[in-house]
């Protein structure tokens, strides 16, 4: 979850140059900030805690720098506790994404050799054990490659390092678990925990893969087999997209910038090429059985599309990506997994799609982020295209994944049925943009104003509706901090009810299919209780206190039904005082168990 960003090259200036690839992977950690250069066979740092927002930096003049933006694991948000870690002569520099799970041996044992600890991180034991190790091996050009190699095989664990030695004038990686670019550009090679924080510098990118160490020198790049200790030649990807994608541009937060694309990006999907979707519904057809898992929104788009598959005619079952480990022995090599995940790196829905793999079992994946491990791996990978996606809360991905998911089911059933949920997504973009609008907004922006105080708030839907429910609660909680809880509208009297008192916010999910009437049945029984209704339906409604209207455009109403939640959610953060783009204690991209 935490971002790593580094440069070896030409350039002078290359503390500035890590700064700003930090500022591009803020999303991926907050809570502080660290920055090592080589300064005279030396490490000179600048490590502070907090948002990295518009911070500038003082450090030296260097060819060579190492930076980390860090969610806490291993120790409290302390200056102390930031990467990078040093060892005891100040002359490695260690960043890491990951957990160390053998820490507390690791500890004692380095203690009792004699090493100063002075943060509580798993990090710093990474650079004490180097340390260690380069005492033992003979000097040579692969000495710092061996000796991260042979302390990387100490931890246990998923974890992706880099160290920096200032002695030698270069840095050394290895992965296993968390993501990590290589970027070739003219005057220099630089390593990114997200290759789109590569794209000032360069197109050309190498993505490493797990079991795999990379040493960076300013005269090239070489990586090696963990296992075997042999040379292998990168593989070079051309990646696609500018710089301008990872900007805010003119909009106030990420949130706003990325709710604001969502319309012309359904229009995009509706007029791919259906290929794609074709392909991935055969594989559905051809599967004796089909599991779609995933995470987070990810995993409630995966929820809602079982409903998508069951009017197809098709049995799919939603499993959670972190509770798929203990039910994949049903799996078989005629079974296919979907593995939905914005960056194609969140650990759950890999460690899903190995053993899946494992078993035998076909791997398609809905992914964001061309080149991640998901993409990679998987036997067939539908991008979602909807560019960088820099807020921590999900929009315009999980509107992509609810679209194609839709599409595909549409698929199953034949291609005029495909047509038609192709020309609802164009209607839904229509009716998103409307939700847009200056009208709506200030009518969510009423009701945000009017429920900014309440501390527990409940969304109800059924069917499809559901998943829906357990969204719209995510969105509120994650970014506004008000206790928010989805239930399916059937469990309200099987002790729901319970948590209904006078004044009590409770969304409705009401749209205008097979579910409503039941729905606004859970709504008279909400409202007899005192609770404050929002209906989020096609028209107003007696049991309704408000009503955000979302038009009844057929299939896709389903996508269009997520949008209240992202504004009503960005508008009660506004009020509370709390950053849309950066929620305390979450990060993108959960990397980590």
């Known amino acids: 979850m935490c971002g790593i960003f580094g440069y070896v090259g030409e350039r002078q200036d290359a503390a500035e140059i890590v700064l ?46 190492l930076g980390h933006t860090r969610w806490a694991t291993h120790g409290s948000v302390t200056g102390e506790n930031a990467h990078p870690q040093l ?51 003979p000097e040579g050009p692969d000495r710092l490659v061996q000796a991260t190699i042979a302390a990387f095989r100490r931890l246990r664990g998923l974890n992706t390092i880099t160290v920096l030695d ?7 990686a290895a992965k296993s678990g968390s993501p990590l670019s290589i970027g070739f550009s003219t005057g220099g090679f630089l390593l990114a925990s997200d290759h789109s924080a590569l794209l000032e ?38 990646i696609e997209g500018t710089a301008a994608q990872v900007t805010r541009g003119e909009h106030p937060d990420f949130m706003t910038k990325e709710i604001l694309e969502q319309p012309e990006l359904l229009r995009i999907l509706a007029d791919r090429a259906p290929a ?90 809905i992914t964001n982020v061309e080149g991640s491990t998901l993409w990679r791996t ?27 998911l839709l599409l595909t089911s549409h698929a199953l059933m034949s291609g005029s049925e495909l047509d038609i949920a192709r020309g609802s997504l164009r209607r ?49 909680k994650e970014v506004s901090y008000i206790h928010a809880e989805g239930f399916a509208g059937g469990e309200l009297k099987h002790g729901v009810m319970a948590l209904i008192e006078p004044r009590t916010p409770c969304i409705v999910l009401a749209p205008q299919d097979e579910t409503q009437a039941d729905s606004l049945v859970n709504a008279m029984q909400v409202k007899a209780r005192g609770g404050t209704l929002i209906g989020i339906a096609p028209e107003p409604q007696a049991a309704f206190d408000h009503c955000i209207r979302v038009t009844d455009v057929g299939p896709a109403t389903l996508i269009s039904t997520t949008i209240p939640a992202q504004l009503l959610g960005y508008e009660l953060a506004r009020l509370r005082g709390r950053d849309p783009d950066m929620p305390r204690n979450l990060a993108k991209g959960v990397t980590v168990r």
């Open 428 to 476: 839904a973009a229509d009716d998103i943009e409307r939700l847009l609008g200056e009208t709506s907004r200030r009518e969510i922006q009423a009701i945000a104003q009017a429920m900014q105080a309440r501390e527990h708030l409940y969304v109800l839907g059924r069917g499809a509706n559901h998943g829906l429910a357990l969204e719209t609660a995510l969105k509120i």
């Open 276 to 365: 794609q979707i074709r392909d991935l519904a055969t594989r559905i057809d051809q599967a004796t059985d089909v599991y779609l898992v995933g995470c987070g929104s990810s995993g409630h788009a995966a929820h809602v599309a079982q409903y998508m598959f069951a009017r197809a005619g098709r049995r799919v079952h939603y499993v959670t990506g972190s509770e798929f480990s203990y039910l994949y022995p049903f799996l078989g090599s005629r079974s296919l997994v979907i593995a939905l995940s914005q960056s194609g790196e969140t650990l759950d829905v890999l460690a899903a799609v190995r053993a899946a793999h494992e078993r035998g079992a076909s791997v398609a994946a």
């Open 166 to 172: 200032a002695r030698r004038g270069e840095m050394v």
């Open 201 to 238: 510098h360069t197109r050309r990118v190498s993505f490493l893969r797990d079991g795999q160490a990379v040493r960076v020198k300013s005269d090239g790049v070489r990586i090696y087999d963990m296992q075997s200790g042999h040379e292998q030649t990168p593989e070079i990807t051309h």
């Open 20 to 65: 700003s690839g930090l500022k591009q992977l803020e999303y991926r950690g907050y809570d502080s900030w660290g920055i090592a250069v080589r300064e005279q066979g030396h490490v000179a740092v600048d490590k502070r805690i907090g948002k990295i927002g518009d911070a500038t930096t003082n450090l030296p003049k260097s060819h060579m720098a």
């Open 87 to 137: 060892d005891c002569h100040g002359r490695l520099a260690v960043v890491h994404n990951g957990i160390v799970s053998n820490e507390a041996q690791l500890r004692r044992a380095l203690g009792r050799a004699g090493h100063r600890l002075r943060s509580q991180t798993d990090t710093e034991l990474i650079a004490h054990l180097i340390e260690d190790l380069l005492e033992q091996i």
């Open 378 to 404: 998987a036997d067939f990978t539908l991008p979602l295209g909807v560019g960088p996606e820099r807020c921590v809360l999900a929009t315009k991905s999980i509107t992509a994944q609810l679209a194609l």
